[in-house]
């Protein structure tokens, strides 16, 4: 599997900005898609996750309400809408793949893509 992850950039605070990813190299309408994302200094933290069928999606607290996921099968790539940015949102998002939603959220992941930088200036 290939993951190739696009969209990021510099942004403001109160900025939005989305992330894609598209897959290859497996039929993806069967697995669980989702974000990671690495903040200097900082471990990796899991962002979003939506299960295979789009019906169940999961977000860390700390952009619940702000950051939405979503799919698009026929397109083999997986979004994340990011919006009202804060600083703290700086890092670089990683797109991952995993058999479920859930394991996906438990760091239970399969394959990552390379990265891309988002960076939100106060």
Do not use: H
Not at 1 to 15: E, T
Not at 25 to 46: D, L, N, V
Not at 90 to 102: I, L, Q
Request: charge should be positive.
């Amino acid at each position: 599997v290939q993951l190739q992850a696009s969209g990021g950039g510099s942004v403001q605070a109160g900025g939005s900005v989305r992330l894609s990813c598209e897959a290859s190299g497996r039929i993806f309408s069967t697995y669980a898609m989702g974000w990671f994302r690495q903040a200097p200094g900082k471990e990796r933290e899991f962002v979003a996750a939506i299960n295979w069928s789009g019906g169940s999606k999961y977000y860390v607290d700390s952009v619940k309400g702000r950051f939405i996921v979503a799919r698009d099968d026929a397109k083999n790539t997986v979004y994340l809408q990011m919006n009202r940015l804060k600083p703290e949102d700086t890092a670089v998002y990683y797109c991952v793949t995993s058999g479920t939603a859930v394991a996906l959220g438990e760091g239970l992941t399969d394959f990552w893509g390379q990265g891309t930088q988002v960076t939100v200036s106060s």
